[in-house]
Structures are given as C-alpha cells and as structure tokens.
Nanobody, 117 residues
Framework: QVQLVESGGGLVQPGGSLSVSCAASGSIFRFNVMGWYRQAPGKERELVATITSGGSTNYADSVKGRFTISRDNAKNTVYLQMNSLKPEDTAVYYC???????????WGQGTQVTVSS
C-alpha cells in the first residue's frame, strides 16, 4: 500500500506556470511507472504524462512542449511543471503510482488546477 498526496494546485492566469507535486508515503522506486492524469468537469480522466523508473517520459499531445514530469526517488516525490497554461488545462490533477507487472495502481485524492483570467 502507498498513499499519494498531491499539492501545489491553484488558480493561474492563461500563459502562466504552475508546479504540482505528489508525495508518496513510501518508496516510489518500487513502482515502474508514475504518472499524472487529469479530469475536467463532464469529461473522462485522461493521461497527462508518465515517467518510468528508468526516467523515460511520455506526454499527451495536448501538453507536449509545455509540461514536464520528473521524479525524485530519494524524496519519494513526482513533479509536474506546467508552463504556458491554457484554460483547457483546467481540471483536477491526479497522481498515479503503478507496478504494471503486478497490476498495482494507486491514486491520490487530486488537486485542482484552474486556468482563468
């Protein structure tokens, strides 16, 4: 079991930047994939970005070039740096930890990101 706690969400103007963090209660090294997902009102949850234990990253086309995912295994924390934010980035952002070989998947409670002038 692991608990994931997101933080850093808030209100930002279009074109602005925001960084969200996901702190795990235990070692994240055991999870081969860490990721950020988001869910906007009335929409399904969608992938934003993932990062493997080896550091390989994957991004949704809608955020490529604007968002950067990173992980610090020593701090058991995953980060999502969001730049050039757009109103359509408004959503609840969720952290996920997965060990795909075992079918393990854990979710945080989410943090709200609102992009509005």
């Amino acid at each position: 079991q692991v608990q994931l706690v997101e933080s850093g969400g808030g209100l930002v103007q279009p074109g602005g930047s925001l960084s969200v963090s996901c702190a795990a209660s235990g070692s994240i090294f055991r999870f081969n994939v860490m990721g950020w997902y988001r869910q906007a009102p009335g929409k399904e949850r969608e992938l934003v970005a993932t990062i493997t234990s080896g550091g390989s990253t994957n991004y949704a086309d809608s955020v490529k070039g604007r968002f950067t995912i990173s992980r610090d295994n020593a701090k058991n924390t995953v980060y999502l740096q969001m730049n050039s934010l757009k109103p359509e980035d408004t959503a609840v952002y969720y952290c996920n930890a997965a060990l795909t070989t075992m079918g393990w998947s854990y979710w945080g409670q989410g943090t709200q990101v609102t992009v509005s002038s």
